[in-house]
């Protein structure tokens, strides 16, 4: 409680609301702010969530270029489709044990949708390019042979990635994708989905292919 110090229209010591009344060694009293008290959250459980919510967005953004069609009829208008990544991999993809959490990356999704997705899928990577291969099931699914093949090389360590829209379709049955920027001992991720040539957001869900380590 603050302290008038001569009469209503003096000088004041003490917290009155928002401010503090101070006076100074030569006898000037001053009004300052009242400075507001920060609240942090610092329970264990506040502090785990937030490190899954870094550890997911950090993995997530750099995707959001594919993630952006992958996953925007799932998301509708309730959510972007890079939120909606985000949380299915908050919900279903966080593994290990305070403070060391980790992603399973087989569990991730960047595309969400009905369309089939392909049979006998594979991603090798040879030198510096990853050859996808697939067989085209246009005839016994919900997929048709014109579907382009979205293929995603995902550099985990350094967070580059490279992806192709238009190169090859499922009656192709493969396709091949540059690595992006990477350094030997790097880990890569591969992903692939298909999507309509008539509608770029009717998309099969996305495929886990695996990791291969950039050895030269």
């Known amino acids: 409680m603050g302290k008038l110090n001569m009469g209503i229209l003096g000088g004041f ?8 009344g101070i006076c100074k060694k030569n006898g000037d009293d001053v009004i300052i702010a009242k400075t507001k008290r920060k609240r942090t959250s610092n329970t264990e459980g506040q502090v ?6 870094g550890l997911v967005t950090g993995f997530i ?27 299915y991999a908050l919900d279903k993809a966080i593994v290990g044990v305070a403070p060391d959490f980790g992603l399973d990356y087989g ?10 997705q392909s049979t006998n899928t594979t991603a090798v990577l040879v030198d510096d390019v ?6 085209d099931n246009s005839s016994s699914s919900s997929g048709i042979g014109s579907d382009k093949a979205v293929m995603v090389v995902y550099n ?24 992006p920027n990477s350094a ?12 309509s040539a008539n509608d770029p957001f009717n ?11 950039v050895s030269a």
């Open 184 to 195: 030997i001992g790097d880990k890569l991720l591969f992903y692939i989905f298909f999507q």
């Open 61 to 87: 953004q750099p995707l959001n270029p594919v993630v952006k069609y992958g996953c925007k009829m799932v998301a509708g208008n309730a959510m972007t489709p890079y939120n909606y990544a985000c949380k």
């Open 203 to 213: 998309v099969s869900s996305s495929q886990y292919l695996g990791t291969a380590i």
């Open 48 to 53: 785990n969530q937030r490190t899954k919510f």
């Open 13 to 20: 010591s003490g917290t009155v609301g928002t401010v503090i």
């Open 130 to 135: 990853v050859n996808f291969n697939w067989n």
């Open 156 to 179: 985990v360590d350094n967070f580059e990635l490279s992806y192709s829209f238009n190169d090859a379709t499922r009656a192709d049955k493969s396709g091949s994708l540059s690595i």
């Open 107 to 116: 569990k991730l999704l960047i595309s969400y949708g009905q369309q089939s």
